[in-house]
């Protein structure tokens, strides 16, 4: 099973911040990653799948990079509705499918 | 609009059964592999199961195998999860996700939360 592991826990920032977050996985999964963003009381979203494609209607704000073990999440500058938490995920080697543990991102 | 719908959760004790409905909309069902994930509460996600378009292909997690079935109708644009044998662990909200063309999870429905105790 392939182990994600997403870092910080928790990022506090202020609006019109940049926002850098992390996942790192256990072993290489290619570009087979994806980003999703959570707010209280909601569903997922997905953001940013295959690494680095952003999904449908998301803001170009965001954007995501990295292939192998280690990817970024990178919100250029933060609004308001931002403020959730982020999920990593894959799809490289299943079942099953992992997420990473969330990173939350809290309004400093 | 795609939309899915869920249903069915609520308070059962250890040990006891739910069937947890999807209802889908707005897309042609019977092309789109879905999954079902669950977050207990305060927690991460965890994927739970995942169906093909026809149902020939099933996979579990191994925390619910052998306890959890899914299924689908694809004539009634439905989804199903049968979970019996229920723990305190399983206490979650649960969610069906449809797979996206990209082979991710996209869009989910607003989740049902079952909750075991006694």
């Known amino acids: 099973e392939i182990v994600l592991t997403q870092s910080p826990a928790t990022l506090s920032l202020s609006p019109g911040e940049r926002a850098t977050l992390s996942c790192r996985a256990s072993?290489?999964?290619?570009?087979?990653l994806a980003w999703y963003q959570q707010k209280p009381g909601q569903a997922p979203r997905l953001l940013i799948y295959d690494a680095s494609n952003r999904a449908t209607g998301i803001p170009a704000r965001f954007s995501g990079s990295g292939s192998g073990t280690d990817f970024t999440l990178t919100i250029s500058s933060l609004e308001p509705e931002d403020f959730a938490v982020y999920y990593c995920?894959?799809?490289?080697?299943?079942?099953?499918?992992?997420f990473g543990q969330g990173t939350k991102l809290e309004l400093k | 609009e795609v939309q899915l719908v869920e249903s069915g959760g609520g308070l059962v004790k250890p040990g006891g059964s739910l069937r947890l409905s999807c209802a889908a909309s707005g897309f042609t069902f019977s092309s789109y592999n879905i999954n079902w994930v669950r977050q207990a509460p305060g927690k991460g996600l965890e994927w739970v199961s995942f169906?093909?378009?026809?149902?020939?292909?099933?996979y579990y997690a191994d925390s619910v195998k052998g306890r959890f079935t899914i299924s689908r109708d694809n004539a009634k644009n439905s989804l199903y999860l049968q979970i019996n044998s229920l723990r305190a662990e399983d206490t979650a909200v649960y969610f069906c996700a449809r797979g996206d063309l990209s082979g991710f999870f996209h869009p989910w429905g607003q989740g049902t939360l079952v909750t075991v105790s006694s």
């Open positions: 169906i093909s378009t026809d149902g020939s292909s099933i």
């Open positions: 995920q894959q799809r490289r080697s299943w079942p099953p499918y992992t």
């Open positions: 072993q290489s999964v290619g570009s087979y």
